[in-house]
Every structure is written in C-alpha cells, then in structure tokens.
C-alpha cells in the first residue's frame, strides 16, 4: 500500500439530540462542558474510540487475518480468574516488534500510540491529531431521574433511582489534520486514510449505544494540500445563523451555517490547496456572504468555490 504523500486538513461537524456525547467519569459522568461558554466539549480520545470500535466492528480489525487495533481491551486467564491485560501484555502478542505492530494496527499507524516493549519502549506521535471538539453554539446540560428496576441490597423494599445528564441539542464540531510528515514514520497509507474519512462519519452514526444514540454525522470537509501547510481553526470560522436563541435550538430546521469566513479563507490560500473533500447530510443548509449556498457530496477543486 502506498503510504500518503500530501498533507489534508479536516472539519467534522455532528449533531447530538437528548443524549451525552462525552461523558466525565471525574464529574459523575456529566457531559464535558465549558463553563465559560456554556459549550459542550467532546475529546479526541473520544473520537478517536468512535473510530476504533468501527474499524474492529465493521472492517475487520479484530485480530483476524493480520489486521488489528492495537489500543481494545483484551483478558487473559491464568488459573481459574480472568483479567485485563496490561499493554505489555498485549505488545508480547506481536512478539515484541514495533514493526509486527505497525503492519498489523491500523489504530497505531494512524493515532500513533505508546509500545511498551521489554527492550525498549516505542513513542509513536500519530500523523492523525484532533483538536478538543466543541458545540457551535451555546446550550445546557440538564438531569434526569427515573426508577431502575433493582433494589440496591437484600431487604429493600424500593427499586433504585438513577441520574442522568443530557444535553437537549448540540451542533459540535472538530479541527483534524493528517500529516504526511510524521505519516512517514508510522507508514500510514492511502488506504488508510480512506477508512479514517469513512470512520469519522460511519463511525458516528453507528456509534448506537444508550447515550449517544441520536448523535448524526452532518458534515465532513477534508481539505488536501499541495504543499506542507494548513489554514487552522476551520471550525472557528463556521457561524450559526438562527432566528431562535442557542439554548432554543433543537435541530438542524432551527439554523444555518454560514460559510463565509470559512471559504474567504479558501479562497485566499487556493494556490496551496489541491482539491475539496466535501460530504454532508441533505438537511444542513449554509449561508455564504448572506445568501444561500448549496454543497453537493462529491470532490471540488478550489476554483469551483
């Protein structure tokens, strides 16, 4: 497989409905959240998981026919119990070779990882980086209760009462990039980087679990570059347009995005810019200099902005 030679700057854009898109286990698993901006944040790690468990799910990265994800959680026996495996552990299955981890994980070539191997330990920084994500506008997070089905002992004669934290509606966007510098390091590929677009976007919407389901992909624009350079804060040049207020936002029929900061600077850096990966969800509807703008799922080249 050829390993990738150009540069490409990403924006992801999704949605989230009544649910919690990244929880805090050092805050009672609220979601994470900006106090000063009243905005929701989501990890990379988090993103980086949702990617990983498509990949093991749905391309066969699970151990099987020397295709794999390095960072999962595997057990091993020893007598009668069962435990976690460590990442040393792990790293022995690979027989101790960073170039066998290398070939054999798509998760280490693109996210880079840590190997600890007996003779050395392995650093690799992923040619893959994404920003913290964060909500487009501001919103809240609110707290449900309901009854759980169990007592919490013997002798109870009340069920359990259970807490949870949403937000009511979230337009949250990411900054990645994919550099080709470090890429040569960890030999990530073309292919690669395909399965990477295809899991940020199917990744997300397959992501089904109790507190993500209702979180949709909406928009994926991938940038790739002639030359080694990148514009930055793709997602801080987006603006929500919106007759209603943010925390009265609860669906993508309550706003626009205008795209005009995002494509002046396009527009201005055209002669480094190869071409436009562009894939978005029917309902979105974008703004550019005030008026309406439409963006079809296909590949532009910069001049057709």
């Known amino acids: 497989m050829e390993e990738i030679k150009n540069r490409s700057e990403i924006l992801f854009l999704f949605e989230i409905e009544n649910a919690n898109p990244n929880g805090d286990p050092l805050n009672e698993n609220r979601p994470r959240f900006d106090n000063e901006e009243n905005k929701v944040l989501v990890s990379d790690v988090r993103l980086k998981r949702t990617i990983r468990d498509y990949w093991f799910e749905y391309k066969g990265y699970n151990g099987s026919n020397n295709k794999d994800i390095f960072v999962r959680e595997t057990k091993y026996s020893d007598g009668n119990e069962e435990y976690i495996a460590s990442g040393s552990r792990r790293a022995e299955l690979f027989k101790e070779s960073s170039d066998k981890v290398l070939e054999t994980c798509i998760d280490v070539r693109v996210f880079g990882g840590v190997l600890p191997i007996k003779k050395d330990t392995f650093t690799f920084t992923g040619p893959v980086q994404f920003q913290m994500g964060k909500s487009l ?113 609860r669906n993508t029929d309550d706003y626009k995005i205008d795209l005009t900061g995002l494509l002046k600077e396009i527009k201005a850096q055209k002669d480094k810019i190869e071409s436009i990966e562009v894939k978005v969800d029917s309902r979105l509807e974008f703004l550019n200099e005030g008026k309406k703008y439409n963006l079809e799922n296909k590949t532009y080249q910069v001049d057709e902005f």
């Open 137 to 249: 506008h501001q919103t809240e997070i609110i707290t449900e209760q309901g009854t759980g089905a169990f007592a919490s002992g013997d002798k109870k004669k009340q069920t359990t009462f259970r807490t949870e934290y949403k937000v009511p509606y979230a337009l949250i966007g990411f900054n990645g990039i994919i550099n080709e510098k470090v890429a040569t390091y960890t030999k990530m590929t073309n292919n690669d980087r395909e399965l990477l677009l295809e899991g940020i976007w199917n990744g997300t919407k397959n992501l089904i679990s109790r507190s993500k389901f209702g979180q949709n992909p909406l928009f994926l624009f991938t940038v790739n570059y002639n030359e080694p350079y990148y514009i930055g804060g793709l997602r801080q040049r987006l603006k929500i347009e919106s007759d209603k207020s943010d925390l009265q936002i």
